[in-house]
């Protein structure tokens, strides 16, 4: 079983809708949740970036963290077709000096 | 800030070759870190250094190796070639995350 697991879509959704995309995890020891945008042929692109449980807001896009479930998700709001692109969940342990772990990454088609 | 750069951006060699990558991390940052991405396998940690010293190391053989300069400029080293470690390999720069360069696409025929 991996440590980070992720539904590898793809997802294909209207403009203008709400997407939600989804991370579950094993390892009890991750403090430090991260999503990450990845264009076709390009580097990932951090987005958001939390720590512990909660939620963190940053404009169209919500991070939640919910440790006692081991569960993260980003929310999208009002999708547009340039979201279009594969979102990557990782986590870690510590701040900074750990490796992280990666989702295999979830597919997302915002078709107008 | 200029972000991480990576040379090349694409590379095609052959089986039983050895082919080093490049990295330049963000000014300022200490450490790197290096990742495969594969279709089948996602990203994989492959190692990260931090003021010249490997800190970190994920499970791949010893063909692959890395350094790092006191410019915090880092290269990665893969010998004897297989076709299997055709991939896309990122250095990543850390500050408070971990921040990506574009990647190199290497191809073994």
């Known amino acids: 079983q991996k440590e980070v697991e992720q539904d590898p879509g793809p997802l294909s959704v209207p403009e203008g809708a709400i997407v939600s995309l989804n991370c579950t995890y094993s390892?009890?020891?991750?403090?430090?949740f991260m999503w990450y945008r990845q264009y076709s042929r390009k580097g990932p692109e951090l987005l958001m970036y939390?720590?512990?449980?909660g939620n963190k807001e940053d404009g169209r896009f919500t991070a939640q963290v919910d440790k006692s479930s081991k569960y993260i998700s980003l929310f999208i709001r009002d999708s547009q077709p340039s979201d279009s692109a594969t979102y990557l969940c990782?986590?870690?342990?510590?701040?900074?000096?750990?490796?992280?772990?990666f989702g295999t990454g979830t597919r997302l088609q915002v078709f107008p | 800030k200029a972000g991480v750069t990576q040379t090349p951006r694409y590379l095609i060699k052959t089986r039983g070759q050895q082919v080093t990558l490049s990295c330049s991390p963000i000014?300022?940052?200490?450490?790197v870190s290096w990742y495969q991405q594969t279709p089948g396998q996602g990203l994989q940690f492959l190692f990260e250094?931090?003021?010249?010293?490997?800190?970190n190391k994920g499970n791949f053989p010893g063909r692959f190796s890395g350094r790092q300069f006191s410019n915090s400029r880092s290269e990665m080293n893969v010998s004897t070639l297989e076709l299997g470690d055709s991939a896309l390999y990122l250095c990543?720069?850390?500050?408070?995350?971990?921040?990506f360069g574009p990647g190199t696409r290497l191809l073994v025929l």
């Open positions: 990543a720069s850390s500050g408070e995350t971990q921040y």
């Open positions: 390892n009890s020891a991750f403090q430090y």
């Open positions: 939390t720590y512990s449980s």
């Open positions: 990782a986590m870690s342990r510590t701040y900074n000096t750990d490796k992280l772990i």
């Open positions: 000014s300022g940052h200490r450490s």
């Open positions: 250094y931090f003021s010249e010293t490997q800190r």
